[in-house]
């Protein structure tokens, strides 16, 4: 009926075209690596390799890369290699072409040709108006590969004849930043390869829809790898920079550590530690050979504490009154609207809330027990929503099974509804407290204190109770006064400057990092256990 | 085909037969099954499957299917729920390759074009085999947009701004192509004064028939219906094998089902598949429902079990 | 949200409903208990006043509360759970009242002395956002909140650019595309990329990027919203893929299959079915990442300039001075006075932006819920 023309069920066996076009693709991929080592200065872009200018050699490379992809196009078009072409790209890739062309356009008429405003701008959409009908006017073949081509040949004649040398460089009028060779060339080479890479994924697909597929496909694999990328990046940086400061000094043996006497209402113990880890188990002091984040640590675990058992039961009893008792209506929907709110409220707003809400009503100063509180806030709707929904997960029958037995309804959530949602409210909660572990702008308005803490400036919240004969009956000074906590300890480095000690501040980013990260993996390792449980 | 299979075959037949209280089973069944298993049509098989295979994880869906399928008739398969028909018909156009735990053993060729091999191209064949699902599925475009999307999607048809802009698109071929479509699933006399309305707006049995019009404008070999009628009342029903009938002429057409009625009316040949996955006869429909050669299909076709 | 069509006739008829249902309540609950419920609610409410007006007396209130929610819970208890965990839920929302309270309250100052005229009518707050001096203490002294908003702007610009295409695709690929081994191992890498505190990046971009940019583009000193603006995209990622990709998986596999079964490529069906259909749900991720973005504090805190101004020309991304979130965080110590209320005041802004994205957000999810669903008939 629609008049199409019938193709082969079955492929053939790898082709010419395939092989050729798989292998530009493969280039693109090489020169990508290529720009992103000069980029992050692994690769010196202006130095010579083997005689030859590295600029001159990707200038060479990338002019081969836009010979090949011309090619295709080229041969595509006069029948040569078997292709599916539409009659045009479409406007998005030209669109994007035209998008290009205008800034290549802008660029060369302002900084090469020294045109003024009104002259680099029209250079500017005239290039882009090209662009854009040389993308979408000829057929798919030559709209995608040729605008491509002509790009990256461009920049890689502009490359191969020293136009892009080792010396230069671009400094836009009033914007006081320049552009050198170091970051432009590889700036150029990612942006080219990654062009080549789209138009070659498209050619290995014989264009079409297929060849339309693979472009996208080849596109967002490397979003997908980048963004590991970046987060294997990141951890590893941390891990390299932190870890020998971590592990300074650390002797094993009985009783190689420090002393802790944990004194409780009067009563006091002694324990000494088999393991002597300094950079966990000391102070900041001038005398240690290693100065250590005690305190920090110390505060951020009773920090956690003190907000998982506020937030906990609050959040958990919320929970099971909205999925058990309150029915579906306009109370439920504020209540989700309302906690969904508070859990995108930004953190620094729940500081100025603990500064102006909870540290005048607990003397007037910032304390432990006003980070707490804040913490416990954040933490609040986390806690409602997750256990909310693993509540809601709970399947009815269990509940008609008990109430068929005679069973009451709070019996029910007691017996049957909140241990089977236990394991979502656990993961929920696990994960939240890896957020509010890492954050640092509540308990800068709330609890910060010294910002390089002694071990001797250790919270001792256990060792703290005391009973008084004037209300509030119970008082414990650690509680009300100010202490240290990972990622306050961390800012304090930084906003000491850069004269401050960096080694230091790696190390406490690594064990905040680990510290953080550990929740995060016991949260979804358990999310992923019982789901599988429960799919079985 | 092993002995060893076509005693398991037997044993497997025998017990529901024998809770129907027939006396002589196990060498009928074996005796059709010799003689079906090659059964060969006039002309050449537009679908030949060979010793398919279909498992769910550890669950063994479909269990050594072999059937030819001629061009140009109605091939109805039919079973009671769970017997894998569905399963089967999703083999044709590999539809099955979206379930992950899905593991396919065995050979499916379409005009003697092997389905399953490493680079088939599953777009060529599902242009080639369309499919009509239980549910009607349209999209939640306006009713043109979803009779056109199959061919603007192909490459056939190009409508888009740009196109239009240069003045060499082909909306007059995409608004024949409509109607052609339209006409031939039987539902233009009524919806062709509101072809930009919501496809979602339409009744269930125009919905479906929507779904058939979009299939066909997509110009297929094939059509595998599963269970197009299922979710409809008895008018649209009749409606839809009405459309059934008069795509025999032009397609080939397989159509799961379990009302029995429905396939003695629709269909040219018949296959029966009972619980296990296994194909238990196939022929001609008014053999298999008039003179079936095994006791189980005979208890299943007279409403003794299934 | 649906409950707003209900026709209004319904009020009083569910007053005189409730009221009926709270006598019969009231006459089968023993009164023991109904006692003890009293008590307890007069005091939690006690423990509440007593807590805001900063009265010793308050843990008197406490204890007489445990003393009535011990005795409800020994003797009635499916009562007091039931009337527990209703307490609880009200102060969930009494949590977001007392935010919306307490910094509105404390802002409110610098709102008075910012107040102009339109039409001679006088407004609130509103030279906070028409000048652009902020001086707090060296004359003309102004708090003008417009550079910050400005930064927070070019930052989340920036963020926005990064994280949502990115997010968007990195949805797709965990929805969509990604076999299922491979799923299994990204989905959790985009919720460690979530888990990275916000100080370890602002760590590495003062310690690294922030000298590397200065030294790479000559620029003069630290601090570029367009470095600020990429890490603040990365840390808005992992928001904006995860809820975008319970969008997509929301789409119905019927309408994806069915395009597949016309002989569409994965692609073509993403594009033209997938994405579409889920399209409020990808809006809704991608105001959420703003959102973030917009409250993102540290390491703008670390990586700017923190010198209230306005970059020359406006567009300069490679000059970061001051975004509303490091106003507070970096000057929190040292403010008095009006500049104290005007760190609130910049909080009241961050609070009602984000408040109306999440509101907004969470809308544009119902609607897709609601659409969605209907197709399902």
Not at chain 1, 216 to 243: D, H, P, Q, W
Request: aromatic share 8%; hydrophobic share 50%; with cysteine.
């Amino acid at each position: 009926m629609s008049g199409a023309t019938e193709y082969d069920l079955v492929r053939e066996d790898t082709s010419t075209l395939e092989l050729g076009a798989g292998a530009t693709v493969g280039f693109a991929v090489v020169l990508f690596g290529f720009g992103l080592a000069g980029l992050f200065e692994l690769v010196a872009v202006t130095e010579s390799v083997a005689g030859v200018q590295l600029p001159r050699l990707l200038g060479g490379l990338l002019t081969l890369a836009s010979a090949a992809l011309a090619w295709f196009g080229v041969a595509s078009h006069r029948g040569l290699v078997p292709t599916d072409p539409r009659p045009s790209a479409g406007v998005v890739a030209a669109t994007g072409a035209a998008g290009v062309w205008f800034v290549v356009g802008g660029l060369v008429g302002s900084q090469t040709l020294g045109f003024g405003t009104v002259g680099w701008l029209a250079l500017a959409l005239l290039a882009g108006a090209v662009g854009f009908a040389a993308t979408a006017l000829p057929r798919e073949d030559l709209g995608t590969t040729l605008p491509v081509a002509a790009l990256t040949g461009l920049g890689g004649l502009a490359l191969l004849t020293d136009v892009i040398g080792p010396d230069w460089a671009w400094s836009p009028v009033g914007l006081r930043a320049t552009f050198a060779a170091p970051i432009a060339i590889p700036i150029i080479v990612l942006f080219c390869s990654l062009l080549v890479g789209w138009a070659g994924a498209k050619a290995y697909g014989g264009f079409g829809a297929r060849g339309r597929h693979l472009g996208a496909y080849a596109l967002v694999y490397l979003n997908v790898l980048s963004i590991l990328g970046v987060l294997v990046g990141l951890l590893a940086f941390v891990f390299t920079k932190g870890a020998p400061v971590v592990v300074q000094g650390i002797t094993v043996g009985p009783g190689a550590g420090p002393e802790t006497t944990i004194r409780l209402f009067g009563f006091a113990h002694t324990v000494v530690w088999p393991v002597d880890w300094p950079f966990v188990m000391n102070g900041v002091s001038l005398y240690a050979e290693v100065s250590g984040v005690l305190p920090a640590i110390v505060g951020t675990v009773w920090l956690v504490v003190g907000a998982v058992l506020f937030a906990v039961p609050l959040g958990v009893g919320a929970a099971v009154f909205l999925a058990e008792y309150a029915e579906e209506g306009r109370f439920t929907q504020v209540v989700e609207v309302a906690t969904n709110a508070l859990w995108s409220t930004p953190s620094i707003v729940f500081g100025l809330f603990g500064y102006a809400f909870l540290v005048p009503r607990f003397g007037g100063s910032k304390s432990l027990l006003s980070g707490m509180l804040t913490l416990g806030f954040m933490l609040l709707p986390l806690v409602v929503i997750t256990s909310r929904e693993a509540m809601l997960a709970v399947p009815d029958d269990y509940r008609d099974a008990s109430a068929a037995l005679g069973v009451s309804k709070w019996q029910t959530i007691r017996s049957v509804v909140v241990p089977a949602s236990l394991p979502g409210v656990i993961t929920g909660v696990i994960l939240g407290v890896g957020r509010i572990a890492g954050e640092t702008a509540p308990i800068l308005l709330t609890m910060a204190g010294a910002t390089e803490p002694s071990a001797a400036e250790t919270a001792d919240v256990v060792g703290g109770f005391a009973l008084s004969s004037s209300p509030p009956f119970v008082t414990n000074p650690a509680l009300l006064e100010a202490t240290s906590a990972l990622p306050y300890q961390l800012y304090a480095i930084i906003s000491a400057g850069v004269g401050g000690d960096a080694a230091f501040g790696w190390g406490t980013a690594l064990v905040l990092l680990v510290v953080v990260l550990t929740f995060y993996a016991v949260g979804i390792a358990s999310r992923t256990y019982f789901r599988r449980k429960l799919h079985e | 085909m092993s002995t060893e299979l076509n005693e398991t075959q037997t044993e497997a037949a025998q017990s529901p037969a024998e809770l129907g209280g027939a006396t002589t089973v196990g060498e009928t069944d074996e005796r059709t099954r010799a003689e079906w298993v090659d059964h060969e049509f006039d002309g050449d098989a537009k679908i030949a499957v060979e010793d398919l295979n279909v498992y769910y994880g550890d669950d063994h869906a479909l269990t050594d299917i072999s059937m030819e399928i001629p061009e140009g008739s109605v091939t109805a398969l039919i079973g009671p729920s769970g017997c894998g028909k569905s399963t089967f018909l999703r083999c044709l156009n590999r539809m099955n390759d979206r379930i992950g735990s899905a593991r396919i053993e065995g050979s499916v060729r379409i005009d003697g074009e092997e389905v399953y091999r490493d680079r088939a191209d599953l777009v060529e064949l599902r242009k080639r085999v369309g499919m009509v699902f239980q549910q009607p599925n349209p999209f939640p475009k306006s009713i043109r947009d979803n009779v056109s999307y199959g061919p603007r999607k192909h490459g056939d048809l190009d409508t888009t701004f740009l196109s239009r802009l240069l003045g060499r698109d082909d909306v007059d071929e995409e608004a024949s192509l409509v109607e052609e479509a339209l006409e031939q699933a039987a539902l233009w006399e009524e919806v062709n004064d509101r072809l930009d309305d919501n496809a979602l707006g339409l009744s269930g049995g125009q919905q479906q028939r929507l779904c058939i019009a979009r299939c066909l404008a997509t110009d297929p070999d094939v059509i595998l219906m599963d269970e197009p009628a299922s979710a409809l009342d008895p008018i649209a029903t009749a409606k839809i094998e009405d459309l059934i009938e008069e795509l025999a002429e032009e397609y080939t057409v397989v159509v799961v089902t379990h009302n029995m009625q429905q396939a003695a009316r629709v269909s040219d040949q018949t296959a029966v598949f009972l619980t296990g996955g296994e194909l238990v006869e196939y022929g001609d429909t008014d053999q298999i429902f008039e003179n079936p050669e095994s006791q189980r299909v005979e208890d299943y076709v007279t409403g003794k079990f299934g | 949200m649906s409950d707003l069509r209900r026709p209004p006739h319904d009020g009083r008829r569910s007053v005189q409903r409730r009221v009926a249902a709270t006598r019969e309540f009231v006459d089968e609950t023993p009164s023991t208990a109904l006692a003890a419920g009293l008590v307890g609610g007069l005091a939690l409410i006690g423990v509440l006043v007593g807590f805001l007006v900063q009265s010793p007396l308050t843990v008197l209130a406490l204890g007489a509360f445990l003393a009535a929610f011990a005795y409800g819970w020994l003797r009635h208890q499916a009562l007091t759970a039931r009337a527990m965990t209703f307490a609880m839920t009200a102060s969930t929302i009494l949590v977001l009242g007392l935010i919306t309270v307490f910094i509105f309250a404390e802002a409110w100052p610098v709102f008075e002395y910012a107040s102009g005229t339109v039409f001679g009518v006088q407004v609130p707050g509103l030279e906070l956002f028409t000048t652009t001096n902020w001086s707090p203490v060296s004359e003309p002294i102004g708090y003008s909140l417009a550079p910050m908003i400005h930064g927070t702007v070019m930052v989340t610009v920036v963020a926005t650019a990064v994280a949502g295409p990115l997010g968007v695709a990195a949805a797709l690929f965990i929805g969509e595309i990604a076999p299922p081994t491979v799923r299994e191992l990204v989905k959790p890498g985009v919720e460690i990329l979530a888990g990275i505190p916000s100080i370890v990046y602002g760590f590495i971009g003062f310690t690294i990027l922030s000298p590397w940019a200065s030294e790479a583009f000559d620029l003069v000193g630290q601090g570029t919203y367009l470095f600020v603006g990429l890490v603040v995209g990365l840390m808005a990622l992992p928001t904006v893929v995860s809820v975008a990709e319970d969008a997509i998986n929301s789409v119905p596999e019927s309408m994806k299959s069915g395009s597949l079964a016309l002989g569409t490529t994965d692609w073509q069906t993403m594009t033209a079915i997938t994405l579409p259909a889920a399209s409020s749900g990808v809006s809704a991720a991608v105001l959420l990442g703003v959102g973030r973005a917009i409250g993102e504090t540290m390491a703008a805190t670390v990586m700017l300039r923190n010198s209230p101004a306005l970059p020359e020309p406006l567009y300069n991304a490679f000059y970061g001075y001051e975004t509303l979130t490091s106003l507070i965080a970096a000057r929190y110590g040292d403010a008095h006075g009006l500049q104290f209320n005007a760190l609130f005041a910049a909080g009241v802004v961050l609070f009602v932006t984000v408040l109306a994205l999440s509101v907004g957000s969470q809308i544009i999810e119902a609607r897709m819920e609601r659409e969605l669903g209907g197709n399902q008939g």
